[in-house]
C-alpha cells in the first residue's frame, strides 16, 4: 500500500539509481484537491526489466490497489532486498485512478559487479 513519507527520508532526488542490495528508491507524492478529510482509491503500477525468482517464475511488473488520504504526502517504491533483484534497465512506478496515469516516475537502474554486498553495517544501518 502507500505509505506516508513520515518514515522515508529523501536523499537525493535523481532519475539515475545504483542498484545496490538494500537500497530503496521511489516517488513520493500528493494528490492536489482532495481536502484534508479525502480518501481516493488509486492503482499503483510497476514495470521493470524481467526478474526471475529463484525456481524460475518471472515477473516484469505488476498491478495493486491502494488509497491516499487527504492532502497527505504519499510513497511508493521498491527495495532491493534479494541479490535476484538487482536488474538493470528503466524500472517505472506510475500513480493511476481507474486507467488515467495521475503520476508517473521513470528510473534508469545500473548494477555494479559487487552491487549483491550489504552495506556496512547491514541494511538496517544508518546512512551517512
Known sequence: PVKSVDGVR???QTGQIEGRLCRRFG???ILDG???DGVM???VRTQHPAITRPGGVSSTGGRYASSIGGDQPGWVGFTFDYPWELVAGT???AIMS???VLAEQRFV????PDADQ???GGCGAPVS
Not at 109 to 112: D, E, I, K, L, R
Open 27 to 29: 516517488i513520493r507524492f
Open 118 to 120: 550489504p552495506p556496512p
Open 34 to 36: 482532495m481536502g484534508t
Open 10 to 12: 529523501l536523499i537525493e
Open 91 to 93: 524500472w517505472s512506478f
Open 41 to 43: 482509491p488509486i492503482i
Open 109 to 112: 537502474v545500473t548494477v555494479p
Open 98 to 100: 481507474d486507467e488515467t
